[in-house]
């Protein structure tokens, strides 16, 4: 079993950055996909970021690619996320999430297994 914990997040300007952090404790951090999902305010929750326990290079969502960059530390047991170039539609509940030998539809929330608690990014214009 996983436990995710998250830092991270907070305010920004449109055309900053920040970052949001995971950090897993327990066995087998290497097995986990690790993906990044959000809600924003009144919204449903969408994909942002992935990463297959294989290794291979992250996906990501239309709306964030070429701004955001998704990275592993398998030493560390962490995933972070980096996000540059903000815009007041990222304003979101960030949650990164693992999954089980995830290596394919890593876009499907439904299929994580252990879920952080939240990070609030709010972007202003």
């Known amino acids: 079993q996983l436990q995710l914990v998250q830092s991270g997040g907070g305010l920004a300007q449109a055309g900053g950055s920040l970052e949001v952090s995971c950090s897993a404790s327990?066995?087998?951090?290497?097995?986990?996909?690790m993906g990044w999902f959000r809600q924003p305010p009144g919204k449903e929750e969408e994909f942002v970021a992935a990463?297959?326990?294989?290794?291979?290079?992250?996906s990501y969502s239309d709306s964030v690619k070429g701004r955001f960059t998704l990275s592993r530390d398998n030493n560390m047991n962490t995933v972070s996320l980096q996000m540059n170039n903000l815009k007041p539609e990222d304003t979101a509940r960030y949650y990164c999430?693992?999954?089980?030998?995830?290596?394919?539809?890593?876009?499907?929330?439904?299929?994580?297994?252990?879920w952080g608690q939240g990070t609030q990014v709010t972007v202003s214009s």
């Open positions: 990463i297959a326990w294989s290794g291979d290079s992250p």
């Open positions: 327990g066995p087998g951090f290497k097995s986990y996909a």
């Open positions: 999430a693992a999954r089980f030998l995830g290596n394919y539809n890593l876009e499907r929330a439904s299929d994580y297994d252990y």
